[in-house]
């Protein structure tokens, strides 16, 4: 289930759904890093936070959405009740396809244009997924510059990231090796500890129960763990599905 923003037309925003996934309307997400004063669920659930300055961020999202064509937002300090540990637990396992579904993604940069390689947004765990997982990512600065595509981009972001340009282009991520996607989060921080597993989870093709609070390496050994266990069960269907498989030719 994925809660929305749906943008008026007079600027109000208001909260939609949750919507199940074969229901969910077309929509615009951002992917920006977080500050001390954000917009929460319960800001938009009550009708209050507008003089945070985590507004500025959603007034510019929303915007960019309605010059897009689009009528929702997912944005990711609101439209997640963190209250909710079901909800919460839901939400960071299906991260990583929400982005991937999304028809724009806008990355807002704190840092002006000059400033890019230095952009904290590259520094982050779990922004690395919504570098990778969008179909289309354009990146902007709070001012509200565009700065460019992410296709337009990819030079300056895989010497930043020493990320293959084939997968910023969108190659499949199961065709990189475990290890070889694990040294795209090198350099990068999360807030929790435990939180550099859970944000790559998608990146790995991962799903598993989130347990806040636990050790970063318990975190670390069951994804590693999932993600082999997922890395053999592969091997074995590709194995079967291969012309030179004798499980192959017995069943044409």
């Known amino acids: 289930m994925m809660r ?15 919507f199940p996934p074969d229901s969910i309307p077309p929509y615009a997400i951002l992917s920006h890093t977080w500050g001390s004063e ?14 945070k300055r985590g507004w500025l961020k959603l007034e510019f999202c ?18 997640i009740d963190k209250a909710n540990s079901i909800e919460l637990q839901a939400a960071i396992n299906s991260m990583f396809k929400w982005y991937q579904n999304a028809g724009r993604c806008y990355v807002y940069l704190l840092a002006g244009a000059r400033l890019f390689r230095q952009s904290r947004w590259f520094t982050r765990g779990w922004t690395l997924q919504e570098l990778l ?12 510059n565009r700065l460019g595509s992410r296709r ?48 790559l989870l998608g990146i790995l093709g991962v799903f598993m129960p989130v347990i ?32 030179q498989s004798p499980l192959s030719k017995k069943e044409a």
């Open 133 to 144: 997982a969008p179909q289309s990512v354009d990146f902007f600065t709070r001012e509200r």
């Open 62 to 79: 929303t915007d960019q959405a309605r010059r897009d064509g689009f009528k929702h937002v997912w944005v990711d300090t609101c439209c």
């Open 152 to 199: 337009d981009l990819e030079e300056e972001i895989h010497t930043i990231t020493k990320i293959p340009l084939s997968a910023l282009r969108g190659d499949d991520l199961s065709t990189f090796s475990i290890d070889e996607r694990l040294g795209w989060l090198d350099g990068r921080q999360t807030t929790l500890p435990e939180d550099m597993a859970y944000c």
């Open 4 to 18: 929305l923003l749906k943008c008026g037309g007079n600027g109000e925003l208001k909260l939609a759904g949750p």
């Open 212 to 243: 806040h609070g636990e050790t970063v390496e318990n975190a670390k050994r069951r994804l590693l763990k999932e993600a082999h266990s997922l890395q053999k069960q592969l091997a074995v269907k590709n194995w079967r599905d291969s012309p």
């Open 38 to 51: 954000e917009i929460t669920f319960e800001d938009l659930r009550d009708g209050t936070g507008v003089d």
